[in-house]
């Protein structure tokens, strides 16, 4: 009987963790950038849907890119691999990692990419996603 308490009340903790992602969604960054959350499943956390990048001084403005991520309580990591069969490939990948807190996700990002000189670098800085 313990363990079936155990069992439900994991369950139901499992499911309610994932509830403040509301599916679909859409967040918009301070840079005008856009993440739709598409599908979301309840069971693992894990999520799926589209960025766009807006920012300026980067590239892959304005295009669609897929976005992919897992949600645990109100702990939130997704990446963007830019790269897409009908957009640009920006040779970069993009990791944000933060916590939903309402209509509000703050994150910092980091991203990685190839320099002139072929080597890795990355840079870094926070967003703060506003649910619309």
Do not use: E
């Not at 960025?51 to 304005?62: K, L």
């Not at 992919?68 to 109100?74: D, F, I, L, P």
């Amino acid at each position: 009987m313990t363990r079936l308490f155990v069992l439900l009340l994991s369950a139901a903790v499992s499911v309610s963790a994932h509830a403040q992602l509301p599916v679909p969604s859409t967040w918009v960054n301070q840079r005008g950038s856009f993440l739709l959350i598409q599908t979301l499943d309840p069971s693992t956390g894990n999520f799926a849907g589209t960025y766009v990048n807006n920012a300026t001084g980067f590239s892959c403005r304005g295009q669609p890119y897929p976005v992919a991520g897992v949600v645990t309580a109100n702990r939130i990591d997704f990446y963007v691999n830019w790269t897409a069969p009908a957009a640009p490939d920006c040779k970069t990948i993009t990791i944000w990692n933060g916590r939903v807190a309402a209509n509000k996700i703050p994150a910092g990002w980091t991203l990685y990419y190839v320099g002139s000189d072929w080597q890795f670098h990355k840079m870094t800085g926070r967003d703060l996603f506003t649910r619309r």
